[in-house]
Structures are given as structure tokens and as C-alpha cells.
Nanobody, 115 residues
């Protein structure tokens, strides 16, 4: 499977961005989701969605970020509202073995800057 992110950019605090992830190849029963990593920090699981549409969010983004997918377009989205400087990171689209499971495929990432 290939995962290609887009939609990153620079935004002021309080603003919004929507990230997209185009998935090609076999998804099957795998979970899709988003991680992020900022310099000097560990990767953080941000949000995930299962094939049954169960959703999980990191506490740090609950109420501000929304994960969704368009199965017809094989595209995963992450709507990010009320962005904070601490949300600045490289965001990665991932395929995982469960909503909190092992990630076996990573996209290349898209950069989000919040000033």
C-alpha cells in the first residue's frame, strides 16, 4: 500500500487545516490513522479509524481534530481546527493492525506549522 499525504502548510494559531491521505493498494481490515512528530519529540498517535468506523483520538486533540474517510476515493482526512503552536509537527498517514496497533506502513509526511 502507498500512503501520500497533502494539505500541510503554515497557519496562525486558532486557524484550521485539512490534511488528506490518498491510499492506494490493499487496506482490507486494517486501520488508518494519523501520527505526528515534532523535532526532539517522540511520534504521537493523533487519530485513527477502523473499517467499522470506530474512532480514537489523542487527548491533546479531542474536540479540535476530526478524522474521516471517503471510501469511494480511498482518501483519509484530518480536519484540524483551533490549531495551537504545539500542534506544529510533521503529520504522517499510517496503516495499522488496529486502532492502537502496530503500524506497518507510513506515508512520507506533511509539515504543519502554527505560529
Amino acid at each position: 500500500v502507498q500512503l501520500v499525504e497533502s494539505g500541510g502548510g503554515s497557519v496562525q494559531a486558532g486557524g484550521s487545516l485539512r490534511l488528506s491521505c490518498a491510499a492506494s493498494g490493499y487496506i482490507g481490515s486494517y486501520c488508518l490513522g494519523w501520527f505526528r512528530q515534532s523535532p526532539g519529540e517522540e511520534r504521537e498517535r493523533v487519530a485513527a479509524i477502523t473499517r467499522a468506523s470506530s474512532i480514537s483520538y489523542a487527548d491533546s486533540v479531542k474536540g479540535r481534530f476530526t478524522i474521516s474517510e471517503d471510501n469511494a476515493k480511498n482518501t483519509l482526512y484530518l480536519q484540524m481546527n483551533s490549531l495551537k503552536p504545539e500542534d506544529a509537527a510533521t503529520y504522517y498517514c499510517v496503516r495499522a493492525l488496529g486502532i492502537a496497533g502496530y503500524v506497518d506502513c507510513w506515508g512520507r509526511g506533511t509539515q504543519v506549522t502554527v505560529s
